[in-house]
T-cell receptor, first 113, second 114 residues
Framework: GQQVMQIPQYQHVQEGEDFTTYCNSS?????IQWYKQRPGGHPVFLIQ?????EVKKQKRLTFQFGEAKKNSSLHITATQTTDVGTYFCAGPGGGTSYGKLTFGQGTILTVHP | DTAVSQTPKYLVTQMGNDKSIKCEQN?????MYWYKQDSKKFLKIMFSYNNKELIINETVPNRFSPKSPDKAHLNLHINSLELGDSAVYFC?????????????FGPGTRLTVT
């Protein structure tokens, strides 16, 4: 079945440093979604990318979808303590499984003040 | 205004017991899901219902049985609980619209089996 690999598993940064997490799929994705889960919280949708080579920004967050639509990245500029949490990418489950998402393993971000 | 709610938030029980988790969404979405998140934060889909019809049934022990009485509710019943069932269970919902189907997650139910 489809797999979505995400690296790194953990990232520790000093406040103000940049952070990037990468997502790779074994197959071409029709779209990719990103979610953030705060410690003790639930995943919250951040964005969905659809087009090849697409780049979207949300304040300090920059999301990219690869030209081949097999990889994606999330970059945070000048991290803040409010950025702590686990960041997940998720791709469609494939086949006719309506709405099914296959999540990456997540990257746990820790920000030291 | 809670979009996706789950009860209970915490559930501590002994091996062999049977328990249920309830989920409700007030977003008017057609599709609801159950996910299991293990201690390493890995999120894995278990079931999905679309308009009360089971459409995703991953490799899950048949001790787990979902039930959707209507499209706003999706419950999860677990029989003969085992230690390995300890995890956080998230309910989610989504609605496909013009190719977008972001999922809205409930607050989670932390199940501890002792």
């Amino acid at each position: 079945g489809q797999q979505v690999m995400q690296i790194p598993q953990y990232q520790h940064v000093q406040e103000g440093e940049d952070f990037t997490t990468y997502c790779n799929s074994s197959t071409t994705l029709s779209n990719i979604q990103w979610y953030k889960q705060r410690p003790g919280g639930h995943p919250v949708f951040l964005i969905q990318l659809v087009k090849s080579g697409e780049v979207k920004k949300q304040k300090r967050l920059t999301f990219q979808f690869g030209e081949a639509k097999k990889n994606s990245s999330l970059h945070i500029t000048a991290t803040q303590t409010t950025d702590v949490g686990t960041y997940f990418c998720a791709g469609p489950g494939g086949g006719t499984s309506y709405g099914k998402l296959t999540f990456g393993q997540g990257t746990i971000l820790t920000v030291h003040p | 205004d809670t979009a996706v709610s789950q009860t209970p938030k915490y559930l501590v029980t002994q091996m062999g017991n049977d328990k249920s988790i309830k989920c409700e969404q007030n977003l008017g979405h057609d599709t609801m899901y159950w996910y299991k998140q293990d201690s390493k934060k890995f999120l894995k889909i278990m079931f999905s219902y679309n308009n009360k019809e089971l459409i995703i049934n991953e490799t899950v022990p048949n001790r787990f049985s979902p039930k959707s009485p209507d499209k706003a509710h999706l419950n999860l019943h677990i029989n003969s609980l085992e230690l390995g069932d300890s995890a956080v269970y998230f309910c989610a919902s989504s609605q496909l619209f013009e190719g977008f189907y972001e999922q809205y997650f409930g607050p989670g139910t932390r199940l501890t089996v002792t």
